[in-house]
């Protein structure tokens, strides 16, 4: 597999091209699990919060039990939980689109940096402008809007947390 190019390059721009991958292949790790660690716990709590509630509500079920809960509230908790569960899967989904455009991005402009530094008479040239006419500026700022929906989707299903802890509550008492 065709890892660096090495043919029409100085060692300075071999550097540069090297530093420019591992850059790459850090972003990648880094943001996916950066990602991964702050949505699962929006699984968790959510989905925890309504087989929690749920539970409760099988134990208190009973005719025997003391306490009261509002079955439109105990419905309005689940409810959102459940709303929660759905927005942090549309967030996972906007983190996995956020992804892929930065990823194509720092991708294009690696190619960029291959173009320049193969040999003049090298058969890669054409695939590397092909690949090199996506528009970096549209990939980096699709990327940054996919991440702010991202990170608006983690806020919603954590009010809708909060909201579904509200109304178990309310619920109860």
């Known amino acids: 597999m065709w890892k660096t190019p090495n043919r029409g390059a100085d060692p300075a721009e071999l550097a540069v091209y090297q530093g420019q991958r591992a850059h790459e292949l850090e972003l990648n790790r880094a943001t996916s699990a950066f990602e991964?660690?702050?949505?699962?716990?929006?699984?968790?709590?959510?989905?925890?919060?309504?087989?929690?509630?749920?539970?409760?509500?099988?134990?208190?079920?009973?005719k025997d039990s003391s306490l009261q809960i509002s079955p439109s509230s105990a419905a309005w908790a689940v409810g959102l939980w459940a709303t929660g569960l759905f927005v942090a899967a549309v967030g996972v989904l906007f983190a996995y689109l956020s992804q892929?455009?930065?990823?194509?991005?720092?991708?294009?402009?690696?190619?960029?940096?291959?173009?320049?530094?193969?040999a003049p008479d090298s058969r890669l040239h054409p695939v590397l402008l092909e690949v090199g006419a996506v528009d970096l500026t549209q990939l980096m700022k699709r990327g940054r809007r996919q991440q702010l929906e991202w990170l608006t989707s983690v806020a919603v299903s954590l009010a809708l947390f909060v909201a579904g802890a509200a109304a178990a509550a309310v619920a109860v008492i």
């Open 100 to 118: 892929r455009s930065l990823s194509r991005a720092v991708r294009h402009r690696r190619s960029l940096i291959e173009h320049a530094m193969l």
């Open 36 to 62: 991964h660690a702050l949505l699962s716990p929006l699984f968790i709590l959510n989905g925890g919060g309504a087989v929690a509630f749920l539970t409760l509500l099988g134990a208190t079920s009973s």
